[in-house]
C-alpha cells in the first residue's frame, strides 16, 4: 500500500515562496499519478494539482496556474510543489494524494497527513 508523506510546510510572508515535499520509502512511484490537495478552515477540499506516473503531463486548477509547480522525481520516488508568490488566501493544509494510474483521473486512493502552510505577516 502506498504510503505518503508531506513535508516542507510552515510559515511565510505574503509574496514568498515555499516548496513542498511528498515521498514514499515503501513503494516506487513509477506507476502513480501523484496530485497535491488543500483545505482551508471552514472550506472543502480542493486539488491544487495532479502529475502523471511519468512526470511529463500536469494539471493545474486555475488558482494554481502560474505561480505553483508541481515535479516529478521518480529516483527519489518523490513529489514536489513549488509555491511562489503567496497569498493569505493560500494558507491551508496541504496533502498529497496517489492513484495506481498513468493519469491524472481522479480517483485517489491514497493520501498523506499533510503538512500547515500559513502565510501571514
Known amino acids: 500500500q502506498l504510503q505518503l508523506v508531506e513535508s516542507g510546510g510552515g510559515l511565510v510572508q505574503p509574496g514568498g515562496s515555499l516548496r513542498l515535499s511528498c515521498t514514499t520509502s515503501?513503494?516506487?512511484?513509477?506507476?502513480?499519478?501523484i496530485a497535491w490537495f488543500r483545505q482551508a478552515p471552514g472550506k472543502e477540499r480542493e486539488r491544487v494539482a495532479c502529475?502523471?506516473?511519468?512526470?511529463?503531463?500536469?494539471i493545474y486548477e486555475d488558482f494554481a496556474k502560474g505561480r505553483f509547480t508541481i515535479s516529478k522525481d521518480n529516483g527519489r520516488n518523490e513529489v514536489y510543489l513549488q509555491m511562489n508568490s503567496l497569498k493569505p488566501e493560500d494558507t491551508a493544509i496541504y496533502y498529497c494524494?496517489?492513484?495506481?494510474?498513468?493519469?491524472?483521473?481522479?480517483?485517489?486512493?491514497?493520501w498523506g497527513q499533510g503538512t500547515q502552510v500559513t502565510v501571514s505577516s
Open positions: 494524494a496517489g492513484e495506481q494510474s498513468s493519469w491524472c483521473r481522479g480517483e485517489y486512493g491514497y
Open positions: 515503501k513503494f516506487s512511484m513509477d506507476y502513480y499519478a
Open positions: 502529475i502523471n506516473a511519468s512526470g511529463k503531463s500536469t
